[in-house]
Antibody
Framework: QVQLMQSGAEVKKPGASVKVSCKAS????????ISWVRQAPGQGLEWLAW????????NYAPKLQGRVTMTTDTSTGTAYMELRSLRSDDTAVYYC????????????WGQGTLVTVSS | DIQMTQSPSSLSASVGDRVTITCRAS??????LNWYQHKPGRVPKVLIY???SLQSGVPSRFSGSGSGTDFTLTISSLQPEDFATYYC?????????FGPGTKVDIK
């Protein structure tokens, strides 16, 4: 069965970086893109980024440009999202989601990774 | 960027009620509109894609309509498991923004 398994919760200080992983299983990794979405406490869903696992093309939310990088390791079927220069308002649950190339919705989601930014 | 709004922001309803949630885009997005259900402690789940197509496995009491700038999610007969927050998302252009959400709780 399709699964996206994310790395565990992180606590970081302001200005630090965090790298969240999303390991896919149960399907051919390069046949689907991966998107990242976050939800801050008490807030709604916010789209962050997308990566083509086939050729590495990326698309980032304008508000995160310069602070976020998405990468993949096709040998292990893992996607990574690195967020730098962390601020308190980056505190959120971060989700990865499988994104079919032929469609525009997210059909499977990781379980979420809580990133807490606090001094 | 295309901005998405939803109304109402929250509503209280009873089991069996018909519930309608509206989503509006700041410019035409054709039918590139998805609806997600999100429950606390769970991952979001797609209900409707391309404005009106029901995702496989989603109960038929959920339906979507609309095109251009105005869209609607309807739950024909609210069930206990439907109490959640509902988000629309446009995928017409990047960034594929979500609406602010509509929380449906028990009256």
């Amino acid at each position: 069965q399709v699964q996206l398994m994310q790395s565990g919760a992180e606590v970081k200080k302001p200005g630090a970086s965090v790298k969240v992983s999303c390991k896919a299983s149960g399907y051919t990794f390069i046949n689907y893109g991966i998107s990242w979405v976050r939800q801050a406490p008490g807030q709604g869903l916010e789209w962050l980024a997308w990566i083509s696992t086939y050729n590495g093309n990326t698309n980032y939310a304008p508000k995160l440009q310069g602070r976020v990088t998405m990468t993949t390791d096709t040998s292990t079927g893992t996607a990574y999202m690195e967020l730098r220069s962390l601020r308190s308002d980056d505190t959120a649950v971060y989700y990865c989601a499988r994104t079919p190339y032929s469609s525009t919705w997210y059909d499977y989601w990781g379980q979420g990774t809580l990133v807490t930014v606090s001094s | 960027d295309i901005q998405m709004t939803q109304s109402p922001s929250s509503l209280s309803a009873s089991v069996g009620d018909r519930v309608t949630i509206t989503c509006r885009a700041s410019q035409s997005i054709s039918s590139y509109l998805n609806w997600y259900q999100h429950k606390p402690g769970r991952v979001p789940k797609v209900l409707i894609y391309d404005a009106s197509s029901l995702q496989s496995g989603v109960p038929s009491r959920f339906s979507g309509s609309g095109s251009g700038t105005d869209f609607t999610l309807t739950i024909s007969s609210l069930q206990p498991e439907d109490f959640a927050t509902y988000y629309c998302q446009q995928t017409y252009s990047s960034p594929p923004n979500f609406g602010p959400g509509t929380k449906v709780d028990i009256k």
